[in-house]
Nanobody
Framework: QVQLVESGGGSVQAGGSLRLSCVAS????????MGWFRQAPGKEREAVGV???????AYADSVKGRFTVSLDKTKNTLNLQMNSLQPEDTAIYYC?????????????????????????WGQGAQVTVSS
């Protein structure tokens, strides 16, 4: 079993910054993806920034150049630094982890962008950006 505990988030004005963190505990996979997903009211969930355990990352086009996902394997922590936030970034942000089969190449960021891979989810953190 894997537990994901998120922290950070909150409210900020447009142009501001926030940082989300997610600490993972429990079962340790040798191959995995971790990522941040978000869901705004009335919209489908989308991948924001993801990373494979080899370090390969991928981002949604809408956040490229503004958001940075980072994985600290020594602390089992996934971070999302969000800069130049805009009102359209308002959503609930979820940390997620995908446990993969132990044999095979390290997963790429593009591979990790598939939300259906993820079998562990955090409780979600609200991010609200006002104009």
């Amino acid at each position: 079993q894997v537990q994901l505990v998120e922290s950070g988030g909150g409210s900020v004005q447009a142009g501001g910054s926030l940082r989300l963190s997610c600490v993972a505990s429990g079962y340790t996979y040798t191959r995995y993806c971790m990522g941040w997903f978000r869901q705004a009211p009335g919209k489908e969930r989308e991948a924001v920034g993801v990373v494979g355990n080899g370090g390969s990352t991928a981002y949604a086009d809408s956040v490229k150049g503004r958001f940075t996902v980072s994985l600290d394997k020594t602390k089992n922590t996934l971070n999302l630094q969000m800069n130049s936030l805009q009102p359209e970034d308002t959503a609930i942000y979820y940390c997620a982890k995908a446990g993969l089969q132990p044999l095979g190449r390290l997963p790429s960021g593009d591979y990790c962008s598939n939300g259906q891979l993820y079998n562990h989810w955090g409780q979600g953190a609200q991010v609200t950006v006002s104009s």
